[in-house]
């Protein structure tokens, strides 16, 4: 059941500031670094100094030490202008940073924590591998104890970030029983420093050139036991906590790119004359646009009820997976219809809306398919 909320002023200053800050640092320079495929690593810097990266951390650590309805509003507002920096900033914040600030030691709080969320380092989940996407029990890669260093060995793909990270986080079995109980989160820090670190390739993907979705090869890297985040055999549950954070973000960066996507069209329809009127007097389009205004906010108020009820201290499993499910749904919808409505100009790159239908079918897919998201509802409603 869905409990009331209510965004307060501090959610709506929160929300103007982001996007007046994406208006004047970000959005003249999308373009740019769309064409060049150069890794925006300094606005990733400025959003840190605005204080939009660690949103949901104590402020002891460089976070900014509020709720997760402002994380999910300045997610949303990142994605609206630029998914891929939305993304960066959801990804630090959730499946690196959840980790370290729920179980990390003190000194990896106080040094990767608070690089994460000041902006100053850029992180990295590296978890899938070829033949281990959702089904995380299959994985192979290894991280063998010899005395005070792990030895880590395995392959990765689809390590977002891997290339430029200054932060890995890597999940790797630290025992032979074949399950879950024995993966464990291991950090490695600057990591294409170090022996063992390859970086195999940059995959080429529908998300554009400044994209960077890394394979990686580890082979006999060491790194200090002091590494491991919390406890051995205890990764993928971190991952899974994880993973209900990081669905938020996933769903709120679905609800930027729909909101941007609506109103790219409703003011196309407005200013765009056939037959010597606005196609916005044709329903054929103008129903379009109101049910991607209805479909944009009921994937918003979802998002922000899994986010009030994280707030609440609730676990929000459930929640969460509706959140990114519909989301994402919607933001596919959007951009297809976006690029319709736009005709062909949408079909063209002179125009963003072909760049949110790309965007859509990643957030589909990763942060568990929505196929596998629909599962976790599924299985929820007969608990």
């Not at 919808?333 to 859509?360: L, N």
Request: net charge negative; aromatic share 8%; hydrophobic share 35%.
């Amino acid at each position: 059941m869905m409990t009331h909320f209510k965004l307060e002023d501090r959610h709506r200053a929160q929300r103007d500031a982001v996007r007046e800050f994406c208006e004047s640092e970000v959005a003249p320079h999308v373009e740019e670094y769309e064409r060049s495929g150069e890794f925006p690593r300094e606005i990733v810097e400025a959003v840190g100094e605005a204080g939009f990266h660690g949103v949901p951390y104590p402020e002891e650590y460089g976070g900014a030490g509020r709720d997760y309805r402002s994380f999910a509003i300045t997610v949303e507002e990142l994605a609206r202008c630029w998914k891929l920096l939305a993304g960066t900033v959801s990804g630090a914040s959730c499946l690196v940073g959840y980790p370290i600030a729920e179980f990390g030691d003190e000194w990896q709080k106080d040094e990767w924590l608070r690089g994460l969320a000041t902006g100053a380092i850029v992180g990295a989940l590296s978890m899938t591998e070829p033949e281990a996407g959702s089904d995380a029990a299959a994985m192979e890669t290894t991280a063998e104890r010899d005395g005070d260093e792990y030895v880590i060995d395995g392959h990765k793909v689809w390590t977002t970030n891997g290339a430029v990270a200054d932060l890995v986080v890597v999940a790797a079995r630290t025992g032979d029983t074949g399950t879950h109980d024995d993966i464990s989160l291991i950090g490695i820090p600057n990591p294409t420093e170090r022996d063992g670190f390859e970086v195999v390739r940059d995959i080429p993907c529908m998300e554009g050139e400044a994209a960077v979705e890394s394979e990686i090869e580890y082979d006999g890297l060491r790194v200090p036991a002091d590494n491991l985040i919390g406890e051995e055999g205890k990764g993928f549950r971190y991952i899974m906590e994880g993973l209900d954070i990081g669905r938020i973000g996933t769903a709120a960066q679905g609800v930027g790119v729909a909101q941007a996507a609506f109103e790219a069209s409703r003011d196309f329809a407005d200013e765009r004359e056939q037959f010597g009127e606005p196609i916005r007097e044709n329903q054929g389009v103008s129903f379009k646009v109101a049910d991607m205004a209805m479909e944009v906010e009921s994937a918003r108020m979802l998002t922000l009820h899994a986010a009030n009820e994280r707030d609440r201290g609730e676990r929000v499993t459930k929640e969460a997976a509706m959140a990114k499910t519909k989301a994402t749904d919607v933001a596919m919808d959007a951009g297809v219809e976006a690029v319709q409505i736009h005709g062909s100009r949408g079909y063209s790159k002179d125009y963003p809306v072909e760049r949110y239908m790309r965007v859509a079918k990643g957030m589909q897919i990763y942060e568990g398919t929505n196929e596998v998201n629909r599962i976790v509802i599924s299985n929820s409603l007969y608990e």
